[in-house]
């Protein structure tokens, strides 16, 4: 009797350390989506906010072509994005963790990643500078005679696709480099003893290994971009508007947050399903 | 055959290095641009757009904003992260497993989402937009990550020191403070950095969130509509030279535990 009351005032104790975290999130994440659920049953009608529960919203958004096209855009530029990442950065990723000697590895990795910490409005205003009619590429491109009149970079889907493919290939670079250093030498010994070339070798024991923290790196890539709501906006500009600038301009010109909360929850769901297609590789590396 | 494949490894490295690094590049040269358009050809040095930003009331404002908000939230989070941590990692509780999704659950959602359900409930509830609201956003977001980098370093070499302590009579709350706490300081302190550089950095949340006095993000982004300016490249290289100082005294930070161990 004695030992059950203890066990369980041990346990009221070690609750109570997890209690204020709990509490917080759920006050603070937990509350506001559910907030944003109900709101995102409820209807903007003449400036105001009708509280009757209806699915309007949402039949909005599958129902107008400019809403579907935002999530088609969203979902073509992200697509783009992680596999030309995830292209750059391997590459980059096994050349450190192979080549690099040793004791420079650290050093050449964070130096790979420092413009990470660049806040992302300024990430985004810098590659409009490099991107802009005057700017250093055009001029570059003029110079060298490859093209006669400037490019038009800024304010392009290209130009999205640029900052955003800058910031993942330093992301990826970090998490593919830790997965190629957690792999065993003994297997790419092993195939060589067994007579595979090097290319052998990396196609057919290192890449396929590697694979799955490859795909949680672009998983990350995925979520995080099709999210961003600033790059898109900088470098993108109004044309080919993606969901988080549709999301923004309901709740900014429009001020109808029913609808913004019916699309951002359309797009947690996207997420969702990307994630439970993906589960099956993103699980694999916990085995 | 084994010079041409590692030339071109350093053609290739050489190559990504220069994409990475050219924005950053070009955005720290033309801050020093002498005329009015950050464009080439560069005409400087001249640190006149950087007297114009420390003159400016309200950019200095905003940079104080971000870093009350930054410092604040991470603290906030880092405390609250900590003490989740400790009562997860050493004690059974019902449910944990459950109780660790809850926590780290913030993370898998995106910035806009979380700002966007804050907006809608303060709203709803009268709580005006202020830099408390980005301060609450701000350890929503961050509070994830300081739980579970403290989390992750709660070993059974601590838990065997905390329980000489406690054999010797140190009451729990002494056990916390002057046993665990320092020892599980690099963690701490990991955490309270990386949340300050993010809150430092981050703008969706803040912009939702905040009214009349906004943080440094915020403040850039109204500048962004003057396009193109030296200006803008000038407070941008601040807030970069920022974050990466915090980013080095983390990077020693690690690297000396590193070492240690």
Request: with cysteine; glycine share 6%.
């Amino acid at each position: 009797m004695a030992a059950v009351r203890a066990a369980r005032r041990q346990r009221l104790r070690g609750f109570a350390f997890v209690l204020p975290a709990l509490l917080w999130t759920a006050a603070f994440f937990l509350l506001p989506f559910a907030f944003m659920v109900a709101m995102s049953l409820w209807r903007r009608v003449g400036g105001r906010i009708l509280e009757s529960w209806t699915l309007e919203n949402y039949a909005d958004f599958f129902g107008r072509p400019h809403f579907l096209e935002g999530l088609a855009n969203s979902l073509e530029i992200t697509l783009t994005v992680t596999v030309i990442s995830v292209l750059f950065a391997y590459p980059l990723a096994w050349i450190i963790a192979e080549k690099v000697p040793e004791r420079w590895q650290r050093a050449a990795l964070m130096l790979a990643v420092l413009p990470f910490w660049t806040s992302y409005v300024v990430r985004s205003y810098a590659w409009l500078l490099v991107l802009a009619h005057d700017g250093v590429v055009n001029r570059a491109l003029l110079a060298v005679g490859l093209v006669e009149a400037p490019l038009v970079l800024a304010s392009t889907r290209t130009a999205t696709v640029i900052g955003f493919v800058h910031f993942f290939v330093m992301l990826l670079t970090l998490t593919i480099y830790a997965n190629l250093r957690q792999l065993s030498p003994n297997y790419a010994r092993a195939a060589a003893d067994l007579g595979a070339g090097p290319v052998r070798i990396f196609l057919h024991v290192i890449l396929p290994l590697t694979l799955p923290g490859v795909m949680v790196g672009a998983f990350l890539t995925f979520v995080l971009a099709i999210g961003d709501y600033v790059t898109p906006q900088i470098l993108g500009g109004n044309n080919e508007l993606v969901l988080p600038q549709i999301i923004m301009l309901q709740i900014g010109r429009r001020a109808d947050l029913p609808s913004a909360s019916a699309m951002a929850i359309v797009l947690m769901a996207v997420v969702t399903l990307v994630y439970f297609a993906c589960a099956r590789w993103l699980r694999l590396e916990r085995a | 055959m084994r010079r041409l494949a590692d030339g071109l490894a350093l053609g290739y490295v050489v190559a990504v290095y220069a994409f990475i690094y050219l924005p950053v590049a070009v955005l720290v040269l033309f801050s020093f641009q002498e005329s009015r358009l950050p464009i080439p050809p560069f005409d400087g040095p001249s640190l006149r757009w950087y007297a114009a930003v420390f003159a400016d009331r309200r950019l200095t404002d905003a940079l104080a904003n971000s870093l009350l908000v930054a410092l604040l939230s991470s603290a906030l989070a880092a405390l609250l992260g900590f003490l989740a941590a400790y009562g997860l990692a050493r004690y059974r509780l019902p449910a944990s497993g459950l109780q660790r999704a809850l926590l780290t659950a913030p993370l898998s959602v995106s910035y806009l989402i979380i700002g966007l359900g804050l907006l809608i409930m303060f709203s709803r509830l009268g709580v005006p937009r202020s830099l408390l609201t980005v301060g609450i956003g701000h350890t929503v977001i961050n509070l994830p990550l300081c739980f579970a980098i403290t989390y992750s370093q709660m070993g059974a070499h601590q838990e065997n020191v905390e329980r000489a302590a406690r054999d010797l009579g140190a009451r729990e709350w002494q056990v916390m403070l002057l046993v665990t706490a320092p020892m599980l300081l690099p963690a701490i302190l990991a955490g309270f950095l990386l949340s300050v550089t993010f809150s430092w950095d981050e703008f969706i949340i803040a912009f939702l969130l905040s009214r009349f006095d906004v943080t440094l993000p915020v403040e850039i982004w109204s500048l962004l509509r003057s396009g193109l300016n030296p200006r803008n490249n000038a407070v941008g290289s601040v807030v970069f030279l920022f974050s990466f100082a915090l980013v080095l005294v983390m990077e020693l930070l690690l690297f000396r535990r590193g070492r240690r161990r």
